[in-house]
């Protein structure tokens, strides 16, 4: 596991924030810490929590089961409501596309904002058994959510939770495992059955249990809540593996094939844009992997496919392959076939003729070099 | 039998509705209308400048440009609607800039104003008809660069694929024309798109 950013600078987000990092590694730790009020603690007169968000490359964490898109209220996020101004960490396991990356940490609205307390991104190399040690101990506090492990495209099979809970006399350390929304159950207590550790009922002050899931692939939450102080010493996932994802350029090579385009050449144009980068904005505005407009997102959209978010690598490589199949079909029977599908690419389908021969003269220069990078001349 | 009635009727209301939705509208999200108020001739009266973008095909779209109360175009351009500027570029000689998109390309195009029409002022390196004004991925800049109290055209390309580095050209203002008269790498703090 190796320690590629770290921000440890508290502060308040208001709105959003952007954190970007750079990596070339697929499997990624991401570990953010923050916490946020409930109503009742920013003021009488509220009506919100506080919440504070997290979304990597385009990726959303929702709260399962039906509403797929919502992010509020999801075991991922910190909410004010369930942590009460305590210390909340959200372990993220997740695999990245291409080399950069974005963060974008959001506060809801209202009363946007909340404390961002640390974040550290881990490159991991590989995870059929992941063995975490935070030693993190819960802030004093009523029984709130206190950790959550997101695994996103991940199975698993089981996973160990070793404890330290400490009895006293009047209010204990306890510790809920939730997996998927599921409360794990003790048979222990009939008073406290929800919560799985106990620590009034003495079984040590060390406690470990292994909970044989056997998750299937997919985005799973598991949570500890905790009541009081108890110490996380250390995680085990066992049998963990993850949908193993394509490259950009796999990804790009696939759709073309798909259009019937020549792989290799479409990975150039991507290559020509934005060196794969799906985050690659320009100073105008042409974003992601195919470096797309806003315009041309329109015109792919006439062409039956709707972009919402043109840094998702797959949605940028299908819109971006869609439009040049269509430019390709347009300029079908010529002989420079494709050099014109490049030049009406880099500089409009209305500047370049059907019927006429390519003048490369006439063309801006430009458009003169995006064509000889692409073809290699 | 009146369920049968009830199920006509209710398949007629359906087709209806659905005619109904099939009814072009002439305002669509991919067209603009825009109207700005520039004085271009520096006489104290602002010029409107009405402008009409449209992506009416698949292709580029096109961009009309109304000056006060013309009912025909004052200019008619290939491409959707960028942006429009204005810049003393010297004393007494204010140039309005059109930017429209085509592909990845922003054609900009300069013009002054005199006896109540838009006179282009061509660049240097333009190859008209082909293409008149800037064609580049980002927007050209006025600067007086060398201190003399007239602003030069700067040119930026950006390299393929993409480096911290940029081409940078600068034209002078010749009374006639952009005329380029320095070209060179320029090192950028960030990627240049």
Redesign the interface.
């Known amino acids: 596991m190796l320690l590629i950013h770290e921000d440890k600078t508290k502060r308040v987000i208001k709105g959003k924030e952007d954190i970007k990092f750079s990596s070339s590694s697929v499997l990624h730790l991401i570990i953010l810490t923050g916490r946020a009020k409930s109503e009742k603690q920013i003021s009488k007169s509220s009506t919100d929590d506080e919440e504070l968000t997290i979304q990597i490359d385009g990726k959303i964490f929702p709260k399962l089961g039906s509403d797929s898109n919502r992010v509020l209220d999801s075991p991922a996020s910190i909410n004010g409501g369930k942590s009460h101004n305590l210390s909340k960490t959200v372990y993220i396991l997740t695999n990245l596309s291409g080399k950069e990356h974005k963060i974008v940490l959001t506060a809801d609205n209202p009363p946007g904002s909340a404390i961002f307390g640390s974040l550290q991104v881990y490159s991991l190399d590989s995870v059929d058994t992941l063995t975490l040690e935070p030693k993190l101990q819960a802030e004093d506090g009523d029984r709130r959510e206190w950790i959550t492990f997101v695994l996103d495209k991940f199975l698993l099979n089981s996973f160990t939770v070793e404890l330290n809970l400490k009895r006293r006399f009047i209010d204990s350390d306890d510790v809920k495992v939730i997996v998927d929304g599921d409360i794990k159950k003790n048979d222990r207590s009939i008073l406290h059955k929800l919560w799985y550790f106990i620590a009034s009922i003495f079984t040590g002050e060390n406690q470990t249990e292994t909970f044989h899931v056997n998750l299937s692939i997919g985005l799973h939450y598991i949570e500890l809540w905790a009541d009081r102080m108890p110490t996380l010493r250390r995680v085990i996932f066992t049998g963990l593996a993850f949908e193993e994802q394509d490259s950009i350029e796999d990804k790009i090579r696939k759709k073309a094939r798909e259009f019937g385009l020549d792989p290799e050449l479409m990975v150039r144009v991507a290559?020509?844009?934005?060196?794969l980068d799906p985050l690659?904005?320009?100073?105008?505005g042409?974003k992601g992997i195919f470096?797309l407009?806003d315009?041309?997102i329109?015109?792919i959209a006439?062409?039956g496919y709707k972009i919402t978010d043109p840094y998702d690598p797959n949605q940028n490589i299908t819109g971006g392959i869609m439009y040049f199949k269509?430019l390709y079909e347009m300029y079908e029977g010529d002989k420079e076939q494709l050099e014109k599908t490049l030049a009406?690419?880099?500089?409009?389908?209305?500047?370049v003729s059907k019927n006429e021969p390519l003048?490369y003269?006439?063309?801006?220069?430009?458009?003169r070099?995006?064509i000889n990078?692409?073809l290699g001349k | 039998m009146k369920k049968v009635i009830l199920v006509t009727i209710y398949l007629i209301f359906l087709s209806l509705i659905s005619l109904t939705n099939t009814v072009p509208t002439t305002i669509t999200e991919e067209s603009i209308e825009t109207i700005r108020h520039y004085d271009l001739d520096l006489d104290g009266m602002e010029e409107l400048i009405h402008i009409r973008s449209s992506l009416v095909t698949l292709e580029d779209g096109v961009t009309n440009i109304f000056i006060n109360d013309q009912k025909t175009p004052e200019l008619t351009l290939k491409g959707y609607f960028e942006n429009s500027r204005v810049y003393d570029i010297k004393k007494g000689l204010r140039v309005l800039e059109i930017a429209v998109t085509t592909g990845k390309s922003i054609n900009s195009v300069i013009y002054k104003y005199e006896k109540s029409k838009l006179v282009r002022i061509p660049v240097s390196t333009e190859k008209a008809p082909s293409f008149e004004g800037v064609v580049s991925r980002n927007y050209p800049e006025f600067k007086d660069v060398d201190n003399d109290g007239v602003m030069e055209l700067v040119v930026y390309y950006r390299h393929f694929p993409f480096e911290k580095e940029r081409t940078v050209e600068l034209y002078k203002f010749n009374d006639d024309i952009f005329q380029k008269y320095l070209e060179y790498e320029e090192v950028t703090e960030e990627v240049y798109l």
Not at chain 1, 271 to 275: A, L, Q, R, T, Y
Not at chain 1, 280 to 284: K, L, M, N
């Open positions: 290559i020509v844009e934005s060196n690659a904005t320009s100073p105008v042409a470096q407009m315009i041309t329109e015109q006439k062409l269509w009406a690419w880099n500089w409009g389908p209305s500047n003048d003269e006439s063309l801006p220069e430009e458009t070099r995006f990078k692409v």
